[in-house]
C-alpha cells in the first residue's frame, strides 16, 4: 500500500487575523494538505481576533496536528508587553497593539494559553527541513542561514528603497519560506526552475489577503483579509493567473470579497 505524502503548510503572518486564519484552514483541510502547520510568527498583535488564534491552535494541536511556530518581531514585542504588565504596568501605558491583544485574550479566557504558544514560538528562530527551512525575516546571503545572527532572522527587512536580501540570495540554503516582509500577492523566487524564496506575507492585517504555501506541492492557499484596506493592501484582487506562477505547478484558492 503507498502511503500518500506528509504536506508541509507554511502560513504567513497572523497578526491576529482569526477568522482568516480558521477560513484557510477549513481549505487546506478539504484540500488535506495541512498534515503538519507552521507559523511564520507574529501571531497574535495588530488584528482584531488573537483568541480565535489561540483557539485554532489549540484545537488543531488537541486533534493530533503537528503545529510550530518561528519567532517573529511582534513575537517579541507582545511578550515583552507581557512581562511589563506583569510587573506592575497598566494597560494604557503599553504599546496599543499590544495592549488590545492583551485586552481581548484575557478577555476570551486565552491568555494563559497565549502565553505558553508565545514562549515557544520566541524560542524558535527558524525550522529546517528536507532541504528547506523556515524562518520569519531573512537571512544575510553572504553568512547563510547556519551564520546569520538570530536577531537578524528575526527582523531582517530592506529599507525603503533598498534591495531586498533574496534578490542576492543563490539558494545554497536550499528553499527558505518567509514572511515580515508585506507584499502585494505571494512571491516565488526561483532558481533553473525550483523555487529558492518563497514570501507568504501578503499583509492579512492591513485589508491583503492570508496565504499559505504548501511545500512538497508548490502550492499556495490565500484568502482573502476581511480588515479594512490601509497602505495599498485590499485595492487590488490578485490576479487569477499572477505572474510569480509562471515555470512551476502552483496551485491558488482565493475567496474574493
Not at 494538505?33 to 483568541?51: H, S
Not at 553572504?142 to 537578524?152: H, I, K, R
Not at 512571491?187 to 496565504?211: E, K, Q
Amino acid at each position: 500500500m503507498v502511503l500518500p505524502r506528509m504536506s508541509t503548510l507554511v502560513i504567513g503572518d497572523l497578526h491576529g487575523c482569526g477568522t482568516e486564519f480558521l477560513e484557510l484552514l477549513d481549505i487546506a483541510r478539504r484540500e488535506r494538505v495541512d498534515a503538519r502547520i507552521i507559523l511564520l510568527g507574529d501571531l497574535f498583535t495588530k488584528g482584531p481576533r488573537p483568541d480565535l488564534v489561540v483557539e485554532a491552535i489549540s484545537d488543531l494541536r488537541a486533534g493530533g496536528r503537528r503545529v510550530e511556530s518561528v519567532c517573529g518581531n511582534h513575537d517579541l514585542r507582545l511578550m515583552d508587553a507581557l512581562r511589563n504588565h506583569d510587573a506592575g504596568a497598566s494597560l494604557d501605558e503599553l504599546a496599543p497593539a499590544e495592549a488590545y491583544a492583551i485586552r481581548v485574550l484575557d478577555r476570551a479566557g486565552k491568555l494563559t494559553a497565549a502565553r505558553r504558544i508565545l514562549s515557544e514560538t520566541i524560542s524558535t528562530t527558524y525550522i529546517q527541513g528536507a532541504g528547506w527551512a523556515v524562518v520569519h525575516g531573512g537571512i544575510d546571503p553572504q553568512l547563510g542561514l547556519a551564520g546569520t545572527s538570530d536577531f537578524e532572522k528575526i527582523h531582517k527587512k530592506a529599507a525603503p528603497g533598498r534591495a531586498h536580501w533574496w534578490e542576492s540570495y543563490n539558494g545554497d540554503d536550499g528553499l527558505l519560506i518567509v514572511g515580515h516582509k508585506p507584499l502585494f500577492e505571494p512571491m516565488v523566487l526561483r532558481r533553473d526552475g525550483n523555487p529558492i524564496v518563497v514570501n507568504v506575507d501578503t499583509g492579512c492585517a492591513y485589508g491583503g489577503f492570508l496565504t499559505a504555501y504548501c511545500i512538497e506541492e508548490e502550492r499556495l492557499i490565500m484568502v482573502a483579509s476581511q480588515q479594512p484596506a490601509r497602505d495599498g493592501f485590499g485595492a487590488t484582487p490578485v490576479a487569477t493567473a499572477p505572474r510569480w506562477a509562471s515555470g512551476g505547478p502552483v496551485r491558488t484558492f482565493v475567496r474574493r470579497p
